[in-house]
């Protein structure tokens, strides 16, 4: 089983791995149309793992054309959604089948521990299965009318999907995109992050394997100023689903309202607050659910919960447990399956933390735990760091740093900590830590977040939608939702003769 492979055994696997670098394109792995590549890089190492094919707006042409005669074709558009249902179900059998490689491949590409990436995977094969398990189970509707018509309203494909991915996440993220506009009968390209191409190219080897027809599903690897506003410029791209910064999302907005005003779904950024009352029962759990909402996958998490808010009649205690669960949270070899953090991705992510923890000190904020930030340390790895006595003025408290830094706020009323937690232009998620259900209620519903978690971070399954409110998107992941999101309604009128 892969929970009991050893450091050792991931070394091995790691030195007997093979990478496909090519753009996969109409059913063929084929090199960029210019023959351009760029390296991808282990950022716990440093070695360049691999040249991978850079896509423009070259391939990008080329494969909407394809994705475009494969839906028109019908071969997957117009089949019947058990056939589709079927053939999903053995792609996730498959990705089941090669979840250590795959798990691999995130790890050693973009820095996360090995254990984590093994979570990801069983996230990404229950959302493939979720969503295939769904497709047949979604019906039309037949309008109330008179008995001289039929109102039916039907739900057809989209047509193309473009699904540009982050790296923080890469085959989870892949999953959550591609999944539901899969099922729904749209034809989809894939735009993986140039940080993290690995997992998204092996990927579509087995969705060949699985039989999904030619043109139905595509990926370019390459940067987002080419192919990505490449894709979201196309005229012939129905619908342009991200996950990202909030940044490129506008970007991306635009270009739609440029071209053919196609669908977009944005996931962006995030400054979750996470609540703490104190009313708690068990703060020692408290601390260490708050430490891994923000600690986990070295902090590059969209949701992360990087603003804590504790009631100050209990915040020194819930800090000085937090400090002491940090400790136990220290990144190590991505490979090792004990550690919790690994890697940051690369060395623009690495120094863009690490000016933030400067900042942080420069503003006056209390630095209780965390590396000092003009230190040079060996690799690309930052230790758990903690600020304390942070306000809504420090950049720290309001920008996302995407890495493991802590901003922790004290209030003393209710009032003050929803307050506090809106003051953002983001609206990810949200926590509230509390026993009194009558507060729970009250504070769930003032919070502007599109996800509150309530004694808990981050407990969701594939039941529920995921997406933010603001800046943070307005798309939504996960569930029924997003089925529809990636289907179009078409009304049909019967007049009928009396």
Not at 101 to 129: F, N, V, W, Y
């Amino acid at each position: 089983m892969s929970n009991e492979l050893t450091h050792a055994d991931w070394q091995r696997l790691a030195g007997d791995l093979t990478f496909e670098t090519r753009a996969f394109v109409d059913d063929a792995f084929v090199a960029a149309v210019s023959g351009e590549t760029f390296a991808t890089v282990n950022p716990a190492t440093g070695e360049t793992l691999a040249e991978v094919a850079s896509c423009d707006a070259a391939d990008a042409e080329v494969a909407v054309a394809h994705a475009r005669r494969a839906f028109a074709e019908g071969g997957w558009s117009r089949r019947a959604p058990g056939e589709r249902k079927a053939v999903l179900l053995r792609l996730a059998a498959l990705m089941e089948q090669h979840k250590n490689e795959l798990a691999l491949l995130d790890t050693l590409d973009m820095g996360k521990p090995i254990a984590s990436s093994l979570g990801d995977m069983a996230g990404a094969i229950g959302c493939l299965r979720h969503h295939a398990e769904s497709i047949d189970k979604l019906y039309g509707e037949v309008a109330p009318t008179g008995e001289d018509a039929l109102g039916l309203v039907l739900r057809e494909p989209l047509g193309v999907v473009a699904s540009i991915v982050p790296w923080n996440f890469p085959l989870m993220m892949t999953a959550w995109k591609i999944a539901p506009a899969l099922a729904a009968g749209n034809s989809v390209i894939l735009k993986p992050s140039e940080k993290s191409p690995l997992s998204a190219l092996r990927l579509a080897q087995l969705a060949k394997e699985a039989g999904l027809p030619r043109g139905v599903f595509q990926v370019l690897p390459g940067f987002g100023h080419t192919v990505g506003k490449a894709l979201a410029l196309s005229m012939d791209v129905d619908c342009l689903a991200f996950t990202g910064s909030t940044a490129v999302g506008k970007q991306l907005m635009q270009y739609a309202g440029q071209s053919n005003l196609k669908r977009v779904y944005l996931e962006c950024g995030g400054k979750s607050p996470n609540l703490v009352f104190a009313d708690c029962k068990d703060l020692d759990a408290v601390a260490r659910h708050a430490a891994e909402a923000i600690f986990h996958n070295q902090g590059e998490v969209c949701i992360a919960g990087s603003r804590l808010l504790v009631e100050n009649s209990i915040r020194e205690a819930v800090v000085d447990k937090l400090l002491a669960a940090a400790e136990s949270m220290q990144p190590g070899d991505p490979l090792d399956p004990a550690s919790f953090m690994g890697a940051m991705v690369d060395r623009t992510q690495y120094e863009r933390v690490r000016d933030y923890i400067r900042r942080g000190v420069e503003e006056g904020a209390t630095l209780r735990t965390g590396s000092d930030p003009a230190a040079e340390g060996p690799g690309l790895f930052i230790a758990p760091t903690v600020f304390d006595g942070v306000t809504p003025q420090m950049a720290i408290g309001r920008e996302e740093i995407f890495g493991p830094v802590l901003a922790v706020f004290g209030f003393d009323s209710e009032e003050e900590a929803v307050r506090l937690a809106n003051d953002s232009e983001y609206g990810l998620a949200a926590g509230v830590w509390s026993q009194d259900i009558d507060r729970i209620m009250r504070v769930s519903r003032r919070l502007e977040s599109g996800q509150v978690f309530v004694n808990n971070w981050a407990g969701m399954d594939q039941t529920v939608p995921f997406g933010g409110v603001k800046q943070s998107g307005n798309g939504r992941d996960k569930s029924h939702h997003s089925l529809e999101e990636y289907s179009e309604l078409k009304t049909v009128w019967l007049s009928l003769v009396p």
